[in-house]
């Protein structure tokens, strides 16, 4: 139980155009769900959070004009990179969370690549 | 605010030998403590975590961790390493008291190479 999936799991696209990334829990209903990035070899730094229904909440630094989310249902997230840019080639990471002192199931990641 | 140390970037074992990678963390009030497994390419997987209760936690693959409230610390353990082992491992953790965002904060990461 308690898996989580990212679709696609790698995705190259040129600079400018927009991406968006699903994030899905399998088996269980999440009333809230991460974003998260991670550059390499370093540790994952937390973008936003939302809650089914809700705005995203965001971290201080990201920019939520740029990095869109949607939390539409208890199953499904989504992050859309808009006009991205090399730098903002990265692994994206989502995790959902059925609430609680639950423990965040993560998805497998998100390799994205901007030329 | 909360926060995570994992001093060691590295850590090398010998396969069959115990293994110990160490955690320690801050928070305004009591916490809740993850550790996470990494492989290369590929999300976080769950390996065991302290809510309350018995302060030795025991989780999956053979791995278990002590949560020490008087030296804040919550370190993994292993009697036996395996050179399946070798990965990346972030310990997590989340103040009881941030019942709104309740999101993690992760330590920097330690990679584990276990040697046959």
């Known amino acids: 139980g308690a898996v989580v999936s990212q679709h696609p799991s790698r995705v190259i696209c040129k600079s400018g155009t927009s991406v968006k990334i699903e994030c899905r829990s399998l088996?269980?209903?999440?009333?809230?769900m991460f974003w998260y990035r991670q550059f390499p070899k370093q540790s994952l730094m937390l973008m936003a959070t939302?809650?089914?229904?809700?705005?995203?909440?965001?971290e201080q630094g990201v920019e939520k004009d740029k990095f869109l989310i949607n939390h539409a249902s208890l199953t499904l997230s989504t992050l859309t990179v808009t006009s991205a840019h090399p730098e903002d080639s990265s692994f994206y990471i989502c995790?959902?969370?059925?609430?609680?002192?639950?423990?965040?199931?993560f998805g497998p990641g998100t390799r994205l690549t901007v030329l | 605010a909360q926060s995570v140390a994992q001093p060691e970037d590295q850590v090398n074992v010998a396969e069959g030998n115990p293994l110990t990678v160490k955690c320690t963390y801050s928070?305004?009030?009591?916490?809740?403590l993850f550790w996470y497994v990494q492989y290369p390419n590929r999300g976080l997987q769950f390996l065991l975590k302290?809510?309350?209760?018995?302060?030795l936690v025991k989780g999956s693959y053979g791995f278990e961790a002590e949560f020490n409230k008087s030296q804040t610390s919550f370190h993994l353990k292993k009697p036996s390493a395996l050179v399946s082992d070798s990965a990346l491992y972030f310990c997590?953790?989340?103040?009881?008291?941030?019942?709104?965002?309740?999101?993690?904060?992760f330590g920097s990461g330690t990679r584990l190479q276990v040697q046959p």
């Open positions: 995790s959902a969370s059925s609430g609680g002192a639950g423990e965040q199931f």
């Open positions: 088996d269980f209903q999440a009333t809230t």
């Open positions: 939302s809650n089914e229904g809700s705005k995203a909440t965001y």
């Open positions: 928070v305004s009030g009591n916490p809740y």
């Open positions: 302290y809510i309350t209760g018995d302060n």
């Open positions: 997590a953790v989340r103040d009881i008291m941030d019942t709104g965002r309740r999101a993690l904060t």
